[in-house]
C-alpha cells in the first residue's frame, strides 16, 4: 500500500531549529518533495530530493534515506511567519506524475 | 508571471445540484492536476492532464465527476450530481516540468 506518515503537530520557539520527520512506505519512487502551506493559501513549493543526502536552501534543509524510506524537513532560526502547515508526498515511480501527500504537519511558532 | 487560479474559492450547493471548478494554470504549462483535501485527510490525487489529453485519471472517485481541459488552457471539474462526501477542498496544480508543482489557493467545496 501507500503510507506516508508525519506527525500531525508541533510547536517551536522564535529562533530555534525545528525538525519535521517524514517516513514512507510507497510502490514506487522519483522524489520525496516538501511543501508549506499557511491556512487558506496554496501548498509552495520548498525542496525536492531524489537521491540520499542533504539539500540545503537557506533556513530550510531537508533530508532523504532512500534505504529507511526516511526524510525530515530542518527549519532553522525560527520566524513567526514560519508557523504553517508543511506536507511531506512522495512522487510515484517514473512514468507517473502522481504524488502521493502526507496529512501535513501544523507548526506554531511562539514568541 | 500571474500563479495558478482558482474560481470560485468557495462554493455551497445542496445535494444533487452541480457545481463546476476552474483552474486556470500558470500560462505555458503543459502539465495540470487536480487533487482534492477531504477534512482531515491528505491532500489526494484525482487527474493529470497533458495539454488537452488525460495522462492519468485513475484518482477520480467515480462518473460524477467530469475534468476538461479543452485547447490545453484552463481546466474545469464539474461535479453532477454532488454528494455530501464530495465536500472538501479541490486543488488544482500545474508544471512545466516534472519536479515543481505550483498550486493553486484551492476551491473549497461544501454539499449540504
Known amino acids: 500500500g501507500q503510507n506516508i506518515d508525519q506527525p500531525t503537530e508541533m510547536t517551536a520557539t522564535e529562533g530555534a531549529i525545528v525538525q519535521i520527520n517524514c517516513t514512507y512506505q510507497?510502490?514506487?519512487?522519483?522524489?520525496l518533495f516538501w511543501y508549506q502551506q499557511h491556512a487558506g493559501e496554496a501548498p509552495t513549493f520548498l525542496s525536492y530530493?531524489?537521491?540520499?543526502g542533504l539539500e540545503e536552501k537557506g533556513r530550510f534543509s531537508s533530508f532523504l534515506s532512500r534505504s529507511k524510506g526516511y526524510s525530515y524537513l530542518l527549519l532553522k532560526e525560527l520566524q513567526m511567519k514560519d508557523s504553517a502547515s508543511y506536507l511531506c508526498?512522495?512522487?510515484?515511480?517514473?512514468?507517473?506524475?502522481?504524488?502521493?501527500f502526507g496529512t501535513g504537519t501544523r507548526l506554531k511558532v511562539l514568541a | 508571471e500571474a500563479g495558478v487560479t482558482q474560481f470560485p474559492s468557495h462554493s455551497v450547493i445542496e445535494k444533487g445540484q452541480t457545481v463546476t471548478l476552474r483552474c486556470d494554470p500558470i500560462?505555458?504549462?503543459?502539465?495540470l492536476y487536480w487533487y482534492r483535501r477531504v477534512m482531515g485527510k491528505e491532500i489526494k490525487f484525482l487527474l493529470h492532464?497533458?495539454?488537452?489529453?488525460?495522462?492519468?485519471e485513475s484518482g477520480m472517485p467515480n462518473n460524477r465527476f467530469l475534468a476538461e481541459r479543452t485547447g490545453g488552457t484552463y481546466s474545469t471539474l464539474k461535479v453532477q450530481p454532488a454528494e455530501l462526501e464530495d465536500s472538501g477542498v479541490y486543488f488544482c496544480?500545474?508544471?512545466?516540468?516534472?519536479?515543481?508543482?505550483?498550486f493553486g489557493s484551492g476551491t473549497q467545496l461544501s454539499v449540504l
Open positions: 530530493n531524489v537521491l540520499d
Open positions: 500560462s505555458g504549462h503543459d502539465n
Open positions: 510507497t510502490s514506487g519512487f522519483n522524489g
Open positions: 496544480a500545474s508544471s512545466f516540468s516534472e519536479v515543481k508543482l505550483f
Open positions: 492532464f497533458v495539454k488537452e489529453s488525460k495522462q492519468d
Open positions: 508526498a512522495v512522487r510515484g515511480p517514473s512514468g507517473t506524475y502522481k504524488y502521493i
